[in-house]
């Protein structure tokens, strides 16, 4: 079975920086898309950014210059570089990933458990 640990989330001053990080661990072929999300409370939860195997990536418009992501694939990890964070970047993010078990078989999606990350105001 498949698990996805975060780690790197807590509280930073406005204008400050965090990086998340993300590790796949256990037995399978392939990791596909991965991609960070986030939820602030009462809101739903929206993609971040993405980045598929050969490093195409995709932002969110809210983040687009302040946040990087990238990945290294001997390792099953993406990483998540947030700069000049902002109060409403304020959220649990979340670790995804797409998973094949074989050559020919679907992507299977998992989600890590999440990791606050909170710029007071």
């Known amino acids: 079975q498949v698990q996805l640990v975060e780690s790197g989330g807590g509280s930073v001053q406005a204008g400050g920086s965090l990086r998340l990080s993300c590790a796949a661990s256990?037995?399978?072929?392939?990791?596909?898309?991965m991609g960070w999300y986030r939820q602030a409370p009462g809101k739903q939860r929206e993609l971040v950014a993405s980045?598929?195997?050969?490093?195409?990536?995709n932002y969110a418009d809210s983040v687009k210059g302040r946040f990087t992501i990238s990945r290294d694939n001997a390792k099953n990890t993406v990483y998540l570089q947030m700069n000049t964070l902002k109060p409403e970047d304020t959220a649990v993010y979340y670790c995804?990933?797409?998973?094949?078990?074989?050559?020919?078989?679907?992507?299977?999606?998992?989600w890590g458990q999440g990791t606050q990350v909170t710029v007071p105001s």
């Open positions: 980045i598929t195997s050969g490093g195409a990536t």
């Open positions: 995804n990933a797409g998973i094949r078990y074989c050559s020919g078989c679907v992507s299977l999606n998992y």
């Open positions: 256990g037995s399978f072929f392939s990791i596909n898309t």
